[in-house]
């Protein structure tokens, strides 16, 4: 057995569930996941438990654990929170922001521009998930960085959790039209611009919008899952 640490497995299980890998709805055996990382099934009952506390695993008396599935309902809940805490952020960060801060939000747009230019030559079924991949990294990216530049600990953490629940629940990368690709890169633009005015109600109200419109293509997506 190897020798990996509950908070390893812990590590590892959150890698599994945000890439999709582990997707909303299955479930979780203690002793397949054991099997799979080649260790105890201690550390991943622990593990587990922590996710299930976190709101991204949940246990069923009688059928076991699973990873959680939201509700549309569960959703626009989620998303209102979230709206209210990167607006926040946005306002802080306004205020806060460090030059290299600043930069490190430059240079994300500009990658992901080009990442929204490779996925919109590409005109196939079925597109590079790579590239799908790389273009959620860079949108996590941004946000993050609006955080830390917020330079609040308590924002942090709970920002931390609730983007880790949307995205978890996003389950795959998909593909989303070239409008709203480009609906994204302007916005953030926009964003970045009004917190490197300093103008923090500007950038929380195009904020809010980003978020919503995010939510909105978030619904549609799932109310196109469930038929």
């Known amino acids: 057995m190897s020798p990996l640490t509950s908070h390893a497995v812990y590590e590892n299980l959150l890698k599994k569930l945000s890439s999709g890998e582990y997707p909303p709805g299955m479930r979780l055996v203690n002793r397949t996941l054991a099997e799979e990382m080649e260790v105890s099934v201690m550390p991943i009952r622990e593990a587990l438990t922590r996710l299930t506390s976190e709101g991204l695993v949940e246990h069923i008396p009688g059928a076991g654990a699973f990873v959680r599935e939201f509700s549309i309902k569960d959703m626009i809940k989620l998303y209102a929170f979230r709206e209210q ?5 946005v306002r802080e960060a306004a205020d806060n922001i460090q030059s290299y801060q600043q ?10 521009a080009e990442i929204w230019a490779a996925i919109g030559s590409d005109t196939s079924e079925l597109r590079d998930k790579k590239l799908l991949w790389e273009w959620v990294a860079q949108d996590a990216a941004f946000h993050e960085t609006i955080i830390e530049a917020a330079d609040n600990d308590w924002l942090a953490r709970a920002a931390s959790s609730v983007r880790m629940l949307s995205h978890v629940n996003r389950s795959k ?28 109600e500007e950038g929380a109200e195009i904020m809010r919008r980003h978020i919503l419109n995010a939510m909105d293509q978030q619904i549609q997506y799932m109310e196109g899952e469930h038929g």
Do not use: W, Y
């Open 85 to 89: 805490l990167e607006c926040f952020a």
């Open 103 to 112: 930069r490190r939000l430059e240079k994300i747009g500009d990658r992901a």
């Open 173 to 200: 990368p998909r593909d989303s039209s070239p409008v709203k690709g480009e609906q994204t890169l302007e916005e953030h633009r926009a964003i970045m611009e009004a917190i490197g005015n300093g103008d923090g």
